[in-house]
């Protein structure tokens, strides 16, 4: 299996000299993986863990690399890098060695307590994988986006294209390197490129299609996982909104929170804070603490901080300096520098007084530029944001009740009361948009059940029921001999008994274990002794 396209130098990792794959190849890579698959690879449990291993092992040890090459990207320190990007893929692995011999295990399901007529059978729920599947990673976190769903993926055992962002150069090359080095070429297999090789991948039959990124290029993917009839995740954006509102606990963590949110890998996070809801109230007392915060983490020239990161490239510097430019609010001084196009810097930015329809509220910021809106009533807060896209997180600074009529009343993939997106460090919970933010979702178990097939497996006795019961399910239903059948099949199948169900009598029977069972034993005695087979043996028809 030729391998030309996916060696990786050290020279390419200095110079960032990425070489795409060749787009006529892709289909032979897609091709090769699809048989590895038909041929049974990653089928046992065990295989897919060995995988992970070596997955592991690389990540261990090509961990300077990594880190450099965000580095090179981003200006993310290596600190963050770790803390945001490799530790999570790191646990996460880890998660699956531990509980994946569990989770695979097939899952019985009781059915004869509620519908007795599966009785005497076995019911099971196998989580199968999927085939081959696509996974589509994003420039803001390259390693973290890129690497968590092929976890997830493997470990459900699917056999993986993974194309990492362009965007990011660096770590796709490092990503590459890792992977090529080792993890098994019938496993997983890179594809590197822009437009033209996202294309083509697009158009090859996966079994599903995991994407990160804007809602423009996710509703592509989605079309071509319709054209195949195949699954799709889609981890996208929006605007998230944090509300303070007048009943907080503590105006300075909640400022140090968002701020956190707002500015780490310099605004360029799916979850960050996108703008800021805040009551009247307090909004005078909040924006001095918010500044503090920002000066507290990054100082009062963040440009020459070792841990501020830089706007990904000069498109998108460009984009944030025009959006700033036409917003209509007020800028708060926050630090002593400004913005340097040069260098892609943007420095951490307040700007109050900004109204709905602000160049700053009309797409997601993605930037560590933070507006404030500021509201009356809460039902005004709310009414605020379910005006828009349901965004992918919501964060709420209240009381217990005041936060929990916010989240009741509002739609988001996620949501957190009193904390921003501290709720991304948790593996036990599923990630995933709603809407225009995503479809789907991942992390932990949920990644298993994304890349699983849930397959219901029925295992039932040849002797049980009888002949004559058993005909109760086909035709003929006509005449006073069958009248039984319906009747009998039905309160077997789909047991109601709604007139017991409403007097106080039912109320006790619902605690009689196979209560439903017992209302249906004496049609079941009846026809057990009275029901004749419907297929005759020719002996019998003499």
Not at 500 to 522: M, N, V
């Amino acid at each position: 299996m030729s391998k030309e396209h996916t060696t990786v130098t050290d020279s390419a990792l200095d110079d960032c000299d990425l070489v795409y794959t060749p787009v006529k190849s892709i289909g032979g890579i897609v091709d090769e993986l699809r048989t590895s698959f038909d041929g049974g690879t990653l089928r046992e449990v065990s295989e897919r863990k060995q995988h992970l291993r070596a997955l592991l092992k690389g990540l261990r040890a090509e961990e300077k690399r990594l880190l450099a090459a965000v580095r090179n990207d981003l200006n993310k320190s290596e600190d963050e890098t770790y803390m945001y990007e490799l530790s999570p893929v790191l646990f996460e692995i880890g998660l699956f060695l531990d509980k994946l011999d569990k989770w695979a295990r097939p899952e019985s399901a009781s059915i004869a307590g509620e519908q007795p007529a599966f009785m005497l059978s076995k019911a099971q729920v196998r989580r199968e994988p999927l085939g081959t599947v696509l996974v589509i990673g994003a420039w803001n976190y390259p390693i973290r986006l890129a690497l968590l769903p092929l976890v997830g993926a493997i470990a459900a055992g699917n056999t993986v294209v993974l194309k990492p962002s362009e965007g990011a150069p660096h770590t796709a090359a490092a990503v590459e390197r890792l992977l090529t080095e080792y993890v098994d070429a019938r496993v997983v297999r890179v594809v590197q490129g822009a437009v033209e090789e996202a294309t083509e991948l697009l158009q090859h039959r996966f079994d599903h299609f995991f994407y990160t990124g804007n809602g423009t290029v996710g509703r592509v993917v989605a079309r071509a996982a319709a054209e195949h009839l195949a699954g799709v995740t889609l981890e996208l954006g929006g605007k998230s909104p944090a509300i303070v509102h007048a009943d907080v606990a503590d105006l300075e963590p909640t400022a140090f929170r968002i701020m956190w949110a707002k500015l780490t890998n310099a605004g360029q996070t799916c979850v960050g804070v996108d703008y800021l809801l805040v009551h009247r109230s307090v909004k005078d007392r909040l924006i001095p603490l918010l500044v503090d915060a920002s000066r507290g983490m990054f100082g009062a020239a963040p440009q020459k901080s070792a841990d501020y990161g830089r706007i990904i490239n000069a498109r998108h510097w460009t984009r944030l300096d025009d959006m700033l430019r036409a917003s209509e609010g007020t800028p708060v001084a926050v630090v002593d520098d400004v913005a340097d196009k040069a260098d892609r810097y943007i420095p951490p930015t307040i700007v109050d007084g900004v109204r709905g329809d602000d160049s700053l509220m009309r797409a997601e910021i993605f930037g560590p530029i933070l507006p404030i809106v500021t509201y009356d009533t809460l039902d005004e807060a709310i009414a605020f944001v379910n005006e828009r896209d349901h965004p992918l997180a919501l964060y709420v600074f209240a009381s217990a009740a005041s936060a929990e009529r916010v989240i009741s009343r509002t739609r988001s993939g996620s949501a957190s009361v009193n904390d921003t997106m501290f709720f991304m460090g948790s593996h036990a919970t599923p990630f995933g948009g709603v809407g225009p933010s995503g479809v789907g979702s991942y992390t932990g178990k949920a990644s298993l059940d994304t890349f699983s097939h849930h397959r219901h497996v029925l295992k039932r006795p040849m002797w049980f029921p009888s002949p004559g019961l058993d005909s109760m399910r086909g035709a003929p239903f006509s005449g006073r001999e069958n009248s039984w059948k319906a009747r009998l099949c039905c309160a077997l199948s789909y047991p109601t008994a709604r007139p017991l169900r409403q007097t106080l009598l039912a109320k006790l029977a619902t605690f009689i274990p196979f209560w439903r069972l017992l209302l249906a034993t004496p049609s079941f005695l009846w026809a057990l002794f009275t029901a004749q087979p419907t297929i005759r043996r020719s002996s019998d028809s003499k």
